[in-house]
């Protein structure tokens, strides 16, 4: 099933919400102790886990390792103490290749040869769809066929934000290069 | 002139838009050490190098030189910019 008849604005909140903007700035409304930040339900929204976050009380590795949607934030790092003010989140994610459905977790990624997922950035979001703005290389593949695109929030291991099939598949021999032009990979929501 | 390497190209099925879905195979059609293989979204049309070579981007996947392989990508971007289609920056 996949939701059709949706306004522009909806659509574009919608794939907001699931490939969250590159950086993101929200104010705290209340002071957290050492590893919980509060914000609206809608802001929370916003907010991945693997978003990198920088603000007063983060001395280093500030890292959002949960958030369940309720407003709640909880932030790994060396912390001091978290306050009521201003902390940007930012998301710099990685494109991964898959051979078939990688699914809800990112399953059957490309292996072997050098390749690496690589990073990849959007542009804001029109229409319900966000498009790449940077081109990626894929260099010495591994003999294999690929059909299914990725997005994590790290090079390695990370978190799986999500997916989708490509237009086409594509058999590439080893050693080759693959290389997607700018807006060649686009986000959507689909259900 | 036309740098053409045309891959395999074989329908699978239709795809949830009706757009076709083929596979695209590359095996024994390109030397990895001389040709790159772009994904070249939706721009459609020929694109044109500085030295004269010409490819038609308009398959979902090409075969290009290696030394074309960045001219390609930012004459795609290019493209998107003028057909009014890509207008986004970067966030």
Redesign the interface.
Known sequence: M?LTYLTAAVANAMVETAYP???ISHTASATNGTTTLTFTASEALSISVGMTVTGAGITSGGLVVTNPGTGVVTISGTITTLTASSYVFTLSPYASLHTTTPGNTGAAEVSGGSYARQTI????P?SGVK?S???Q?WTNMP?V?VGYFGFWTAVTAGTWIGGG?????????????????????TATVSG | MSAEIKAKKTY?RD??DG??????????V?N??TH????????QGPIHMEDGTVYN?TD??IAVK?EH??E??GK??EA?KVSG??T????
Do not use: M, W
């Open positions: 996949s903007s590159n950086t950035a959007f542009g804001a029109a498009t703005t940077t081109a290389n003999a066929t099939i490509l237009g086409s598949s594509l058999t590439v021999p080893s050693g080759a290069t693959v290389a997607a032009a700018i807006g060649a990979i | 699978i795809n949830e757009t076709p879905f083929f596979n695209y195979d590359f095996t024994d390109i990895v050490d790159a293989i772009i994904l070249t979204g939706p721009i981007v979902f996947a290696h392989n960045d390609v990508t795609i971007q998107h289609t890509f986004q920056d970067a966030e």
